[in-house]
């Protein structure tokens, strides 16, 4: 029905975007909380972010435009497997629109840490590692699932 290589690009981007999250969360985020200057915190944990973030855009677009091709080549949204279709596409705009809000967010942080603003810069950061971070890695991974289960694996 469609190219291995789109199959391809669209799990690798699965799995650096939700893949991406679930190491910043569990791995770097405890490292970074042990740090206890907290100008020295908060400007580690902006730059990691806005590595990881800006890493992700291009396989977000990746993972979008892949979709959409196995989405439209195997007339998904027409036959048997229409409900799962919807709900993976339903997650991802989900998940795209919580990092965008994300991106915003650490972005708007950036800028007032660079200016010395530290308590309204973490404000604006501060539902990103234990809210909006896992929500995305729960819709991630149960996309990923719901991918398996389309492909009949």
């Known amino acids: 029905m469609y190219n291995h290589t789109v ?3 669209h799990v ?3 799995f650096v975007w939700v893949g991406g999250m679930i ?3 569990v791995a770097v985020h405890p490292v970074l909380q042990s740090i206890e200057d907290p100008k020295t915190k908060l400007g580690n944990t902006l730059q990691i972010t806005g590595r990881l973030f800006h890493l992700v855009i291009p396989f977000i677009l990746t993972l979008l435009l892949t979709g959409l091709i196995m989405a439209i ?3 998904g949204h027409h036959g048997s497997l229409k409900s799962l279709f919807l709900s993976k596409e339903i997650i991802w705009t ?3 629109v919580n990092f965008t809000y994300m991106y ?6 950036w800028k007032l ?5 530290l308590p309204e810069a973490k404000a604006k950061v501060r539902l990103i590692p234990n809210v909006l971070l896992p929500v995305n890695i729960l819709l991630g991974v149960l996309a990923l699932w719901l991918g398996l289960t389309l492909r009949g694996l």
Not at 104 to 109: K, L
Not at 113 to 117: D, H, S
Request: glycine fraction near 4%; charged fraction near 20%; aromatic fraction near 12%.
């Open 73 to 75: 080549a195997s007339q």
């Open 23 to 25: 190491a910043i969360r």
């Open 94 to 96: 989900v998940m795209t």
């Open 12 to 14: 690798l981007s699965a």
């Open 113 to 117: 840490f660079e200016v010395g603003k």
């Open 104 to 109: 915003f967010q650490r972005r708007a942080a």
């Open 7 to 9: 199959v391809f690009l």
